[in-house]
C-alpha cells in the first residue's frame, strides 16, 4: 500500500457496523466493514502495539504506564488534523469498490512503525503501517466511532482505572 493519507471511521446504522475507508497519497483507497465482533479482536491489538511503545514498556508498574500512555495518547490527539473532511476523490480501489468484511487481523512490526494487517476471511487485505502518533490517532477514532454506534463495548487505554480517576 502507498503512503497512507487520510483514515475514516464511520457508523452505518442500517447494516450496523462500522466502515472504515482508508485513501493513500496515490489516490487509492481501500474501504473495509467492522462488526462490533471484529472490533472487539482489533482493540486488544491496538492496546498491544499503544503498550509496546518503549516509553510505555520502560515504565515500572502499571500506573506509570498507563500515565505515559494516557500521555502519549492525548498528545497525539492534540496535534491530529480531525478537522480536514475526508477527500473521497480516489482514482482507485484496488481491492473493489464494495467494502470487504474484515474476519482476519495480525500484528507486525514494519521497519519503522507497527503494522496491522487487515483482511477478509479470503482474499486480500492491506497492511496498515502506524507510527506512534497516527496509531493514537486511529485509536481515538475507533473509541468515537464505537461511542457512535452505541454498541457498549468500553474501549479504554488504561488496564486499570485507580480511584479516582475517570475517563
Known amino acids: 500500500m502507498a503512503d497512507l493519507h487520510q483514515i475514516q471511521f464511520n457508523y452505518v446504522p442500517e447494516a450496523d457496523r462500522l466502515l472504515l475507508r482508508i485513501s493513500t497519497a496515490d489516490k487509492s483507497e481501500f474501504r473495509f466493514w467492522l462488526t462490533r465482533r471484529y472490533v472487539r479482536l482489533l482493540w ?8 509496546d511503545n518503549p516509553q510505555v514498556k520502560a ?3 502499571s500506573l506509570n504506564r498507563d500515565t505515559v500512555l494516557d500521555f502519549q ?6 496535534q491530529g488534523d480531525f478537522s480536514t473532511r475526508y477527500q473521497a476523490d480516489a482514482e482507485a480501489t484496488p481491492l473493489g ?21 487487515l483482511a477478509p476471511l ?12 497516527l ?33
Request: no cysteine; aromatic share 2%.
Open 44 to 51: 486488544p491489538a491496538v492496546l498491544k502495539l499503544l503498550r
Open 59 to 61: 515504565q515500572e508498574n
Open 73 to 78: 495518547h492525548q498528545q497525539a490527539m492534540q
Open 97 to 117: 469498490e464494495e467494502p470487504l468484511l474484515l474476519a482476519k487481523l495480525q500484528l507486525g512490526q514494519g521497519k519503522k512503525s507497527p503494522v496491522l494487517n
Open 122 to 133: 479470503k482474499g486480500h487485505g492491506v497492511n496498515l503501517a502506524l507510527p506512534g502518533p
Open 135 to 167: 496509531l493514537h490517532s486511529f485509536a481515538g477514532m475507533l473509541v468515537q466511532a464505537v461511542k457512535q454506534a452505541e454498541w457498549d463495548l468500553n474501549l479504554r487505554l488504561e488496564q486499570s482505572t485507580p480511584a479516582g480517576r475517570t475517563h
